[in-house]
């Protein structure tokens, strides 16, 4: 572990709101050093030292990434990382939490995918499978990235890194889904000279176990969805991330990015649990 004063990482999804965006990215420009990869690495390593550093990250792989996201990006030339699911790219599979929506409705859904979280992947897997096949519905589709897209997105300041290769949660899943998640997302990654042993958590889960197999398979920076700034020592299996999205206020964007947040967010998730009950 290498001491680090004050790494912020943002971590976004989809970015759907344009202008909101490139607002966002002109603030975090004129204030703060984003890393490009290797800026990155080297200030992992304390090899580089930079003013009030940032490092963007986006998780998924979604399609608005290529559409919205990189004419922002590659126009104020500001690098970031994106985490892509494997299995998805090139194809037109749904990210598994859309297609729960999609068949059970958007309110439904969105409480049945947290409840799915909570299950063993092969639970969830196999209740997937029943629920496409008893749904009159028409199968779901859904524009992915291709290769081409992730090609160009990487000439231009985009680092394509892994996010394991189905998207499954990972402190649900037996050691060899692990393994199995591990060794397909690598070698697409590979192929393709991306970045396989930089790593972000699906849902920010983690176990020991998981963690472990990480470490054997010799990944050199893994993110969390945790909603911290780094500071002090840097864990590279544990590196903090700020959770923000495309219509993030620039008012909450500063406040985020303060610290302040962090600190009163599980105060405010502990008094809405006092008052649920």
């Not at 997302?185 to 176990?207: E, H, Q, R, T, W």
Request: glycine share 2%; net charge positive; aromatic share 12%.
């Amino acid at each position: 572990m290498k001491k680090i004063n004050k790494l912020r990482v943002l971590a976004y999804h989809k970015v759907e709101n344009a202008d909101q965006f490139e607002k966002q990215i002109i603030y975090l420009k004129n204030k703060y050093h984003i890393l490009n990869m290797q800026e990155f690495e080297r200030y992992r390593e304390d090899h580089g030292l930079y003013k009030n550093p940032l490092l963007l990250t986006f998780d998924d792989g979604d399609i608005s990434m290529y559409q919205n996201a990189l004419p922002i990006l590659k126009n104020y030339n500001v690098h970031a990382i994106i985490f892509v699911v494997s299995e998805l790219i090139d194809t037109k599979i749904p990210f598994w939490w859309d297609e729960i929506k999609y068949y059970l409705g958007e309110v439904e859904g969105e409480k049945k995918v947290w409840e799915v979280k909570k299950w063993h992947n092969k639970d969830r897997v196999n209740w997937l499978k029943d629920l496409r096949l008893n749904s009159d519905k028409v199968p779901f589709e859904t524009e992915q990235l291709s290769t081409a897209q992730l090609k160009e997105m990487s000439l231009n300041g985009l680092s394509i890194a892994n996010h394991s290769h189905t998207h499954p949660i990972y402190d649900k899943c037996t050691i060899q889904e692990l393994q199995f998640e591990c060794e397909h997302s690598i070698n697409m990654l590979l192929k393709n000279d991306f970045y396989p042993f930089v790593f972000a958590y699906p849902n920010g889960d983690f176990s020991e176990e998981s963690e472990a197999i990480l470490k054997s398979k010799c990944f050199t920076s893994v993110f969390l969805f945790n909603h911290n700034i780094n500071s002090g020592l840097l864990n590279p299996l544990r590196i903090s991330r700020l959770i923000v999205n495309d219509s993030t206020t620039i008012s909450k964007l500063k406040f985020i990015l303060s610290g302040y947040h962090s600190r009163i967010l599980p105060i405010i998730k502990l008094l809405f649990r006092i008052i649920k009950k």
